[in-house]
């Protein structure tokens, strides 16, 4: 068991973990927090994005041991109360169906709208799909979703 | 009104989703949990020598380690298919035994054989391996064809030469004779890919055992919560029905896969009782890969005969399906009554005959995945008109538009009729959207970019709101497949609508509400929607088939009905009127043509405290009803798909895909669109990157999303989505079904514009950058030969 | 796929087809072996740990000598279970000719996985066989001659 010492969603959180936990289950099972799903075994659905220090990773390719002093957002965390622009977008634009994919869906969005916007690049819908090359969704076919990043560019 | 019928209401459900609020089934952990692992077959076939527990029940924080024998022992029943399908020399079909925990035999890479009950789950699943499970193995079967031949590996003792049915539907002898009276035959092998479904959420379960109650609870991953109570109680013997509450809550995602009551399932509930705790079990990718039903996996040769004005004369299909080694659910009706009844087609074809033999095979087994049936024949259907087309020297519109049906209702000679319809004004519609008159000059354009442009149609028909429970009974189903619908109006006013369809990504809990807003004139927040929980809604057969519109509303509707006739006549007594004048209006019950009325909460209110009511009457405002329709619903369309090939690499884009569907009634365009999207998606996805495949050992070597490919943003378009609808005059709403029609009608559209770019016909899918440039190539040899 | 590979060894067959024969030899040549005793003349028990892709596994097997032609050639055949990943099944046929700087050992190998090694692994099975195949040569080679001359060097 390691001790880390980290933020999540503003907390602050200790805990002993194991030297295997993952980021993942970490945030599922020891802190409860649930809008971060498992949708594969091998980083490739982007169902468990989150942002480790403003930047979105896979939890279920990060170990919790590795992130002593980290900041974490889920899901849960995006917005101080209300909706953040992205989450409202996805609503607005119909970028969801089932939900499952829908967290990881919206951390990447906003993590790619905060890279772009960073680097003064503009986010075309070209350039959105290329971007959520690491998110597969299986009920949109992506239509709305590019539809609502695009939208919560314009609002971020 | 804004939040009708028609309008695009934003959806209510969304809020859980967006904000990670959303409860699915992994979500839930009870007191007392526990976790389960399965011990599953490495091999594709073999006897089961010797199970070893010793070293797993040794292990910290392991509960019990449980097999077959304790569980056919504890009298728990063979898992069941559900529709009889009968061959045609009248012999019931052939169906071999399937345990939850195979006993004597695996037949599978996955078969499970043991399971692990443990403190945490990365126990369980150490444990699991240190299970040692000794197999004898056996030859293997992995291919449906093969398993045909004199010699096979033998799957299932009860099916002799791993035929499990030989069934036919048509008249043999009026195809032949087209056939032979036509002047043109177009002939074809047409192999349709063998997919799994891979909703994203995986399946899992949580069983719950309350020795105190003698009373079980489940939460699982299920489209039909009510069908899995049925099936547990009534075959499996888990436990009878009103000591299980089975609760789909959040679902991630079905499109078929979660239909079924699978092995996991089932054991989860015994191991619960067996080690008196909450089991709880869920897949990982891998073992989803192996545990979901796949879809699909025909392989038929085909033949359709033209007269010399282009007509069809005949049409004669044989299909090989394979069903893998065990008959899932509905597995036996998929290629029979989903798929054969529809190889009409939007056409008025006389003189069919389609013949289809069922086979075992070493592989997972095979059930319904979104549209189960119909994308299988819709492909066929689509690509024998294209590649007849194109030998005839005709357009594809013009060939198919010769052919289409006009008269409704229409009777085929495959047992459908079909009710209504305006097949030229989707082709219209699709083809002035896709703008297909300045495609000559886009071919040429992107020729001088060195790509190769194609144009490809489809026009499908399928046949959704399944099903009619006489009709289906008749040919073999074992249940009825109506829906049930429960509407209360509250004391003040607000209305609870209970249903047995099940939402899992499709909005009911704003399209249900949609049709009650309107009906009543009620505002939408004050109407909730109750599903997915046998505790709450007396019951249902829940969400496939493209039913939930069409079957489902309308149970609802008919329990409005009843609604509606009480509040009737408690407003005519109180208003001193005629029921007859009574109108609901504005939020209110009125007297029509007068000032009189009554609020919508004031007659809940006077329902229930029945100070007031007509002679006779209960007080109560809470009316349920049982919807069963009377015919399927044939929602209908064309798409047409414009691609590009690079020549050099097969590398095709899609540049533009149109869709002109015919829904019926569409309650909320937002949501159809969507589904219309996803399905289009998924059919993509068949067309060109999916495939399960399985090696000559029946190993399954594309179980990770880093070989089975699924499409992601960059493979796809945006999609160009139209409708002209016909209104369905089968149900009270007019609705068709909107949730399959993209996966059944883009895969031929996406093949018959690869290959009408490359010049070559013989085209199978995925239609992989290797396969499309092996076709070109062979193409380009072809003609250089020539 | 066959995987087929050349060794010169600077040793008299003889030798070369004792080592062959030879627990201790085998078990230090093979790799990842953590296990291997002889059961009888011609089969041993072996634990070997290997990654394969992105699967880990411990596999537990039977090692079977066939075909055997003193001193020239025979079957060297393995087949281990994983546990949960599945399985593994692999052989050689190994053939020693006279030469004049030693022996040539000649071998063609194969392999197979099974269970989730399949799901997971089967596109790099191959790879990771030729690897395995010849890294086992190689440490045979070495265990006879000793690191040759070239590689000391680039190791120093």
Redesign the interface.
Known sequence: MTKVSLTVNGKPVARDVAG?TLLSEFL?EDL???????????S??G?CVVHVNGKAVKACTTLAASLEGADVT???G??NGG?HPM?EA???H?G????????GM?MSGVDMVTRYKAEGRELT?EA???E??G????????????KAVEDAASKM | MTTGIGARV??R????????????T??V?TENQAYAAFVRSPVAHANVKSIDKSAALEMDGVIDVLDGHQLTGDGIGNIICGWAVTSKDGSPMNMGAWSALATQKVRYVGDAVAVVIAETQ?LARLAAEAVDVEYEELPVVAFADKALKDGAPQIHEEAPGNLIYDWEIGDAAKADAGLAEAVHVTEMEITNNRLSP?????RSAVATYDEAEDHYTLYTTSQNPHVARLVLSAFYNVAPEHKLRVIAP????G?GAKIYIYPEEITCLWASMKTNRSVKWTA???EAFVTDAHGRDHISTAKMGFDADGRITGFKVDTIANLGAYMSLFSSSVPTYLYATLLSGQYDIQNLHANVRAVYTNTVPVDAYRGAGRPEACYLVERMMETAARELGMKPAELRAKNFIREFPHETPVIMTYDSGDFDANLAQAEEAADVNGFPARREEAAKRGKLRGLGYSCYIEACGIAPSAAVGGLGAGVGLWESAEVRVNPVGTIEILTGSHS????HETTFAQIVAERFDQPIENISIVHGDTDKVQFGMGTYGSRSGAVGMSAIVKAMDKVEAKVRKIAAHQLEASEDDIVIEGGEVKVAGTDKALGWHEIGLAAYTAHNLPPDMEPGLKESAFYDPSNFTFPAGTYICEVEVDPDTGTTEIVQFTASDDFGTIINP??V??QV??????GVGQAMLEQVIYDEDGQLITG???DYT?????D?P??SVHHASTVCPGNPLGMKGCGEA?AIGSPPAVINAITDAIGNNDLAMPATPQNVWRAYQAASAKQAAE | MDMTGEHIIAAPREEVWAALNDVDVLRACIPGCEELEKTSDTTMEAVVKQKIG?VKATFKGAVELENIDAPKSYTIRGEGQGGVAGFAKGGADVSLEEVPEGTKLSYTAKAQVGGKLAR?GSRLIDATAKKLAAKFFDNFQKHLNGPDASEEEAAG
């Open positions: 295997g599922r409860r927090l649930t809008g971060t799903h498992i949708g594969c075994d091998t490739q659905c169902a889920t899901i849960e995006l917005a909706l989450q996805f609503k607005e119909h969801l169906q089932c939900g499952f994919c829908t967290p919206i819908q959105i799909r290329h959520l090359e998110n597969i969704c299986r009920c949109t076919g992506y239509h709305n979703i590019v | 934003k959806r459900e969304d809020k859980r989703f967006i904000t990670g609020k959303g409860k699915y992994d979500d952990r990365q891979n909703p994203m959420e995986p959040d679902v991630g995602g499109f990982d990718r891998s899992h990504g499709q909005g937002m949501i669109e969507g999207h996803g399905g289009i998606a998924q990770s999303y880093m699924m499409p992601r943003a960059a796809l945006n999609f993209g | 992105p997971l």
